[in-house]
Nanobody, 125 residues
Framework: VQLQASGGGLVQAGDSLRLSCVAS????????ITWFRQAPGKGREFVAA??????????RYGDSVKGRFTISRDNARNTVFLQMNSLKPEDTAVYYC?????????????????WGKGTLVTVSS
């Protein structure tokens, strides 16, 4: 499974940005894709996750992004989006998408086998 994250950039506080994560390879129809982020000098932080099966999708959000970020997926394009609204300077980080081939949400990075390269989001004040 290969993951390609994109959509990062430089924005001002209060702006919005949408990240994309395209999955390719043998993903199957049941999987979980999660966004993590890592700010300079800090550890990896759980952002949002979506678990996908043929009939349903469940989501989970980190406390610091609830109400501002929305995770969604486009099954036909094997793509997961992270819509980020009301961005704050503390959202500045490299954002990574990660996948596991079960539809079971987890906020622990050690539960994910597949990782994409990150995309940098910088929010200026």
């Amino acid at each position: 499974v290969q993951l390609q994250a994109s959509g990062g950039g430089l924005v001002q506080a209060g702006d919005s940005l949408r990240l994309s994560c395209v999955a390719s390879g043998r993903t199957g129809s049941t999987y979980t894709i999660t966004w993590f982020r890592q700010a300079p000098g800090k550890g990896r932080e759980f952002v949002a996750a979506v678990s996908v099966s043929r009939i349903s999708a469940n989501t989970r959000y980190g406390d610091s992004v609830k109400g501002r970020f929305t995770i969604s997926r486009d099954n036909a394009r094997n793509t997961v989006f992270l819509q980020m609204n009301s961005l704050k300077p503390e959202d500045t980080a490299v954002y990574y998408c990660a996948a596991r081939l079960v539809n079971l949400l987890s906020s622990r990075d050690q539960d994910y086998r597949y990782w994409g390269k990150g995309t940098l989001v910088t929010v200026s004040s």
